[in-house]
């Protein structure tokens, strides 16, 4: 997957639109084959946006050199009723996660993000809006937004956040700019739980592949999660695998 990066897509692209453009002098080029350079540029792009493992526009991590240990991470929060449900569920199994938390959720729940902390927790970045919007604001927002959240996040709990998780887990040129100027780490997944969409049937299915060197992604928003994740750390706990931080 080197090589399925922005630059070189640019470089190919240029090619491909000189050959055209000489093509078109020479020749004549059918409507037919410029329909097909469009089609094939927008899925490379449509891959490049939603798929944060494709590392189209930025590198993520999206899985660990592990042999035994998985990472979990919880995004959208922190929330006053789901949160403490998680904190107590990763205690009861002795598991540790990082919770990538929305900066303008944190003036409310001050005491919540310490807790975090204290119990051993990681803090990431994740916008200090998560804005629907968000993909559409320029590298100058998207700075700023990391930024606020950072600063927050420090004031609270004395820990500098290097973590950053895309809101929406979508990617494109301003985010990748905003995130090297910030230098922070961006984090993917490998198993994407679909805890805010899916019952619990199946996101426990989908939980249920779960190998070392994964990354899963959860939502403490969800009323649901805590049991979810109770279920899902006693399989790790059979299938002996351990939970940490990424490397
Ligand atoms: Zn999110």
Redesign the pocket.
């Known amino acids: 997957m080197a090589y399925f990066k922005i630059k070189y897509f640019r470089i190919l692209l240029i090619i491909i639109l000189i050959i055209l453009l000489t093509s078109e002098i020479i020749v004549g080029v059918s409507l037919y084959i410029y329909i097909l350079v469009f089609l094939f540029t927008s899925i490379i792009l449509f891959i490049g946006t939603y798929f944060i493992q494709a590392n189209f526009y930025f590198n993520s991590i999206c899985t660990l050199f592990e042999d035994k240990s998985i990472a979990i991470t919880f995004?959208?929060g922190p929330d006053p009723n789901v949160t403490p449900q998680i904190l107590e569920v990763l205690k009861k199994y002795n598991a540790k996660a990082t919770f990538?938390v929305?900066g303008n959720m944190l003036d409310n729940n001050i005491e919540l993000l310490q807790e975090i902390i204290t119990q051993g927790h990681k803090l990431g970045n994740?916008s200090f809006t998560?804005s629907y919007y968000f993909d559409f604001f320029s590298t100058k927002k998207v700075k700023a937004e990391i930024e606020k959240t950072n600063i927050i996040i420090e004031q609270i709990t004395g820990e500098k956040s290097i973590y950053f998780?895309p809101?929406?887990?979508l990617t494109n040129p301003n985010i990748a700019r905003a995130i090297k100027k910030n230098k922070m780490i961006s984090i993917g997944w490998s198993i994407r739980s679909l805890d805010t969409v899916k019952d619990e049937q199946t996101v426990l299915k989908r939980l249920s592949k779960v190998k070392a060197g994964d990354i899963i992604l959860f939502?403490d928003t969800k009323i649901n999660t805590p049991k979810i994740l109770d279920k899902f750390l006693r399989l790790c706990s059979d299938k002996g695998i351990q939970t940490t931080f990424f490397n």
């Open positions: 995004d959208d990538f929305i994740h998560h998780r809101p929406f887990g939502h």
